[in-house]
């Protein structure tokens, strides 16, 4: 399971990466969507992965990440989630905004000269 | 006063996040009379200086080296839930912040407060951000309120629209969103190494860390830096600094100076506390810190030569300061961090007073240009009613209801005002004598070459390759600072010989002039200010002191009531 988590971690963090350094605003907003994404299961694997572990210090057993899941990483990846969506509406609508401005979708609101 | 302080105390500490929280809905739920949302936004703005001034207060009749008031805004025990700490450090950012935020308010309310809609809600939310990232104690508290002062900003950045801005604001968010990520990557690993999340805590825990996760701590505090040293302005991560804040209005440039001192805050807090003994041997990122600071100055100095325009100049002028900080904070050392902090305080002030008298300027050199008044009738924008379309705003329009009778009238000789103003920024941003930026170098300075003479004051590392490259490029920046101010103070004043005499509005002018007659005050009274800052870095650099008080904070019991009888059940 780790192995799988880090790849798509991998994955999502360098396509987010190379859509971040094109300079369509589109692609932009995509790379920077897919590093959130990669960025939240980060945080979410920071909690350890375990399977059908509860959240709950069982007496008895040491509390050790062993015995129990940790529940604060979910609460941060909620938290971080909710942010990062509100982000990516802003970032749409001053998208939207240039596009509609300067009538190119290029990060620096005129084209390149060829 | 004290007593009253006393009572007050804890619950003071939170009053700078909370105020602002319940201005900004107020405001929002007031809809139009534009003036009343002014008056209740400046009200506000006073209210909270107050406070701050208060902190202020507190914080330095303690006494000691290191007072820290901490408050526990949930009442949870304290490794679980959010702390709010103050000390030293954090009530003078406090003071600062509410100073420049009130200025740039009064400003506001003459004219660019009609560029858009929503400038005071979206103002005190800026506020809410800015005040509770320093005063948090929680990282990922300290992130929340980096989103909050973002998000904010985003808004105050679009303000008056236009293409320009809009260009701006979208690499702006760009940027920031990507510093956000790091953000969350630092203090992801950060806590999965240490299991906390409460800064104090995670110092005393670096200690018990096994050799073998040090290398991945050391990349989670780098990478929380990175996150840090994009908003304080550090090259090479600094390049979205001058567009942004040259292309935003001239009173939310003149907010935005803050902002990059939010970053300085952040690496200030973080830095020392990681630094410390109680957090083990850690040497990290102090080299790194000095080598980009003196990068930023150099880049600050270098890219003042080539600004036209005073929002240009202002905003190299940040740099210029960013990298003085971030490169003595490198050494840490107290004496010279307490002369950098003061520095900071000029140089914040005078940087801000820049961004508002450039718009002055650029309107003198135009001639009278009113900004795009936002027109609401057409966008059919909820609970803003205001001008009727068709009517033309008068360049002097309304203000305030507390400034009746002053709109209009011309201030003479306003040329004079505006360019002894120019002047006392120039001073203040190169760090020429008589103002507080010269004595502040010059305590820098003097520290530097004091070390020399006597090398176990600072554990002979002052004098290093570092500390003299930082002594000629504080001396060299001063230089072409000087040069770029004074080219462009010759072209703004002196060359503008048959344009008609602008006409200022008090209400603009006195915020500049209070700004630099603070920046002046600094001056006259440097000696308690310095002695502050120097009590303000020792206490940082020994930080046992705010790791106890943070740690030994206990919640409030909860009130108990007296059991009228045994519960049924119980056993006697």
């Known amino acids: 399971m780790e192995i799988i988590l880090s790849l798509a971690i991998g994955v999502l963090g360098a396509s987010g990466i190379w859509l971040v350094l094109r300079p369509r605003t589109f692609q932009v907003l995509m790379g920077l969507s897919l590093l959130g994404y990669a960025v939240n299961l980060f945080i979410f694997s920071m909690g350890s992965l375990s399977r059908g572990a509860e959240p709950i210090v069982v007496p008895g057993l040491p509390a050790t990440l062993l015995h129990y899941t940790d529940p604060l990483p979910q609460a941060l990846v909620l938290t971080a989630i909710v942010i990062g969506f509100a982000m990516t509406a802003l970032f749409l609508v001053v998208l939207l905004a240039l596009r509609g401005l300067s009538d190119t979708d290029h990060v620096d609101g005129e084209e390149e000269p060829p | ?386 001008l009727p379309t068709g009517i033309e705003v008068p360049p002097h329009g309304d203000a305030g209801d507390d400034e009746q009778g002053l709109p209009g009238r011309a201030i003479p000789a306003t040329m004079a005002f505006l360019g002894l103003s120019f002047v006392a920024c120039a001073l203040m941003i190169a760090g020429l004598p008589p103002l507080s930026g010269f004595l502040a170098k010059f305590v820098i300075l003097t520290t530097l070459l004091d070390s020399a003479h006597a090398p176990a004051l600072a554990g002979g590392v002052l004098m290093s390759g570092a500390g003299w490259t930082l002594l000629v490029l504080l001396i060299a920046s001063s230089l072409l600072a000087t040069i770029a101010l004074s080219r462009a103070g010759i072209r703004y004043f002196w060359t503008l010989q048959d344009r008609p005499v602008p006409h200022l509005r008090a209400i603009e002018c006195a915020p500049i002039a209070a700004l630099l007659l603070i920046a002046g005050a600094l001056t006259v009274g440097a000696e308690p200010v310095l002695r502050y800052t120097q009590a303000a870095t020792t206490s940082l650099l020994a930080p046992a002191e705010y790791i106890g008080a943070v740690m030994a904070a206990t919640p409030v019991p909860n009130p108990v009531r007296a059991p009228a009888r045994p519960a049924p059940g119980a056993v006697p």
């Open chain 2, 1 to 386: 006063m004290i007593s009253w302080l006393q009572s007050a105390m804890p619950h003071l500490i939170v009053v700078p996040v909370v105020l602002p929280l319940f201005t900004a809905a107020i405001l929002l739920l007031m809809g139009g009379r534009r003036q009343w949302k002014a008056l209740v936004n400046v009200a506000s703005g006073v209210v909270g200086l107050l406070v701050a001034i208060a902190l202020l207060d507190w914080a330095n009749a303690r006494g000691a080296p290191g007072a820290i008031g901490i408050y526990l805004p949930s009442n949870w025990d304290v490794p679980f839930g959010i702390v709010l700490a103050v000390d030293r450090l954090s009530a003078l950012m406090l003071v600062l912040t509410s100073t420049v935020s009130l200025a740039t308010v009064l400003f506001a309310t003459a004219r660019w407060d009609r560029a858009g809609v929503h400038y005071h809600a979206l103002l005190q939310i800026q506020l809410v951000g800015v005040n509770g990232a320093f005063l948090t104690a929680d990282v990922f508290n300290l992130f929340v309120f980096f989103e909050v002062m973002l998000a904010a900003s985003y808004g105050l950045l679009l303000h008056g629209s236009g293409r320009p801005r809009v260009r701006a604001g979208l690499q702006y968010i760009a940027v920031n969103l990507l510093a956000s990520s790091l953000f969350l990557i630092g203090v992801a690993i950060l806590y999965g190494i240490t299991g906390t999340l409460n800064m104090a805590d995670m110092a005393q825990k670096f200690p018990l860390i096994p050799q073998d996760d040090r290398s991945l701590l050391h990349a989670g505090v780098a990478i929380l830096g990175m996150a840090f040293l994009v908003k304080a302005a550090m090259w090479p991560l600094n390049f979205w600094l001058t567009p942004a804040y040259a292309a935003a209005s001239a009173p939310v440039a003149a907010l935005f100076v803050i902002l990059s001192k939010v970053g300085i805050y952040a690496v200030l807090r973080l830095w020392t506390l990681f630094q410390s003994t109680e957090a083990g041997p850690l040497a990290l990122g102090g080299d790194a810190l000095v080598y980009g600071g003196l990068a930023t100055l150099a880049f600050g100095a270098l890219g003042m030569l080539t600004a036209q325009q005073p929002r240009r100049l202002a905003g190299f002028g940040i740099l210029l300061s960013s990298g003085t900080v971030l490169a003595v904070i490198g050494f840490g050392y107290a004496a010279m961090m307490g002369g950098a902090l003061f520095y900071m305080l000029g140089s914040t002030l005078a940087a801000s007073a820049l961004f508002l008298l450039g718009d002055l300027i650029e309107r003198t050199r135009r001639g009278e240009v009113a900004p795009a008044v936002h027109d609401d009738e057409a966008d059919r924008v909820p609970f803003y009613v205001d």
